[in-house]
């Protein structure tokens, strides 16, 4: 990639994470009765449900205070912040520290999950929030957050859902990813060293004959059934480039080595080669999958592997990651963005139709489009040189 | 339609359901060592996946009792229905009364629902076993298990779902429309006017202005937000019918007509004009459904399609029934039938493009498909006079 090239992407980038994807939610998302945002937004911003999907509402506040606290200090972006955080704040956390899944817009509680992922997004928007305010001891309560998320992260009876007999005993790899992210999202301060290692020797038992499983047994061993043949890209590509951060900032070659393998790998199994696009679900022996939307195009996966690929070269210089890159971020071009209204399409069919118009839903919200035009675009500013020994 | 038509009619689904579906659960579903079927198997009736789904093998146990009882005592069918409730009672039935979701293939449990649908689809498996046995005494307890499902049904806090109060009153079509289906199957000799009237009156809430909704508030109110405007055809469809059932017995002209017009709207609504079939979800207000299935086309409201027409036009003669009979049945002709290993598939694409492979799952067995076949090939036996005040 020459100088030019670098330059002009990034501005392009810039252009649409500043000038068109932001503006979406900064324009349509608050609440000004109630406080906070509503996260299901149809194609052009109208509000199509007002219920506040909790894991949104935290990335939300996540995004701002991060652009806030990395990009420039701008103030609507400090109020949008504080205006989520106060909702989460008042509504969102039960006094046990569970965090509901989903509020009514004026706050009542409406679902709460037997999982621990609401918990995570919680503590993530809280220690962004807090750096943001200049409020030391949010960020310390997020970080006790994450002591309690971690004691229950692999036994989830104690989220309520019951350990039954018959179920084997299975390691999902969102929970050592999970835990990764929040370790470097929350506990950049914190000594850390011996949960990282425990989530790196965690994530190498999911990368397995050039594959990454979404389940496996807590020794790694292979489980049968549809689960333990579950494949999801898109995934194991966002945990290949959580794990390559940590990883460089400790200098860990060998997990920056996996990183990179299980991003390319993941590609090269997910890729549709007759229509382009990275499949949602795979399983890794040819059964039919039995998620209904397996073969759809999702915009995540995409904004995930965008980013990977140019963090891979980036770091090698391998025209096989820019060929990846490139592809990827073409296909976004191509299908997902809306040149019309901002923001991008969330969900494509297999051939890349649009089939739901709307930009935000209980699962899409203001975080993994400008997360990654951010990180894309903080990286081509940021450029290291070319490693030799690489 | 011709007498010949009839004629010629019944005896292809009379072939497709004796020697082509029923062949297929038969040959590949048991289970030799632990009993029971397995539900989970390939185009060609590979098990791809050990667990095993309580819906499946209850209504799989009901299906053979069923057929045992009202078509042939043929010894194998028995044999099935026997070893499947055997299974069922060992392994499946709390001894709270709830039932399991999933067990692993040698009964240990491995996933309990917050809902009340096993436990209707164990009591319907029950009763229709007992009376193929001969045991009054499983009927009476299948009874028991209906009276303390309709204790459950309203509310479901009693079977561990937590009411929140940000979650509005909502009233699922499901439930009225199970329960009735309950009574018909579980309590034909006990008097169950009231239960039966109350279903109706719960049922006519979710017709409104040609459409069906699957939710609405207790009182009849639409219900905001994307639940409020969820439109099932095929689940409106097979509603229809079962009420059609409960209806004609009762001789309810009220209710008969309202099932009729359940069945016709849905389908109007429904049916894809570009490519043919019934959309699995639609938006009462034209949003995208969040669903992200909500374009592909299912068997199962094509079973239940098929025969709310033929059903329909048996009582009414109406060309418009008979169109829609056609319809549906062509479309199930030309893009649900494997010729080549018998049963049908499950899941297509928008334009009919088999997705999945597989003929069961987590949701599809010997259920929909046979029950379908045997009801249509059962009323073209036994087809009404015409009436003529109609």
Chains 1, 2 share one sequence.
Not at 102 to 113: I, K, N
Not at 225 to 239: K, S, T, V
């Amino acid at each position: 990639m020459t100088l030019q090239e670098r330059s002009h992407l990034r501005t392009q980038f810039e252009h649409e994470l500043f000038e068109r994807v932001l503006p979406f939610w900064e324009r349509h998302s608050p609440d000004p009765i109630h406080g906070g945002y509503y996260n299901n937004l149809d194609r052009d911003g109208t509000v199509y449900d007002t219920t506040k999907h909790i894991w949104l509402v935290a990335r939300q506040v996540w995004m701002f205070s991060k652009l806030f606290n990395t990009v420039a200090q701008r103030a609507n972006w400090f109020d949008l912040a504080h205006s989520g955080m106060t909702f989460l704040q008042t509504h969102a956390l039960r006094p046990d520290g569970r965090v509901y899944f989903a509020l009514a817009e004026d706050g009542r509680p409406l679902y709460q999950q037997r999982k621990i992922f609401t918990e995570c997004f919680y503590a993530m928007a809280l220690a962004e929030y807090g750096r943001a305010a200049g409020k030391t001891h949010l960020v310390t309560k997020a970080q006790h957050m994450v002591e309690s998320i971690w004691s229950w992260a692999y036994d989830w009876s104690k989220v309520g859902r019951p350990a039954l007999s018959g179920a084997p005993p299975t390691q999902m790899l969102a929970v050592p990813m999970m835990l990764l992210n929040l370790v470097d999202e929350v506990m950049p301060e914190v000594d850390s060293d011996a949960e990282v290692d425990d989530c790196f020797r965690r994530i190498r038992l999911h990368v397995q004959g050039g594959k990454v499983f979404e389940n496996v047994a807590p020794d790694g061993t292979r489980l049968a059934g549809p689960a333990g043949r579950l494949i999801n890209p898109g995934h194991a590509i966002e945990a290949g480039w959580f794990l390559q951060h940590l990883a460089q900032h400790l200098g860990r070659e060998d997990m920056q080595a996996l990183a990179r393998t299980m991003v390319r790998d993941s590609h090269a199994l997910g890729w549709d080669p007759d229509n382009g696009g990275l499949y949602y679900f795979l399983d890794a022996d040819g059964y039919s999958p039995v998620q209904l939307e397996w073969s759809m195009k999702l915009w995540w996966p995409h904004c995930e592997a965008m980013y990977a690929h140019l963090l891979n070269y980036a770091q090698t210089r391998y025209p096989e990651d820019l060929t990846a890159f490139r592809a990827v971020h073409q296909y976004i071009l191509d299908y997902f963005v809306d040149t019309e209204h901002g923001e991008w399409y969330g969900y494509l069919d297999r051939e890349g139709r649009v089939t739901h118009r709307f930009k935000g839903g209980p699962y899409k919200g203001c975080f993994h489009v400008p997360r990654a035009l951010w990180l894309c675009w903080k990286l081509l500013g940021d450029w290291p040189a070319r490693n030799p020994a690489r």
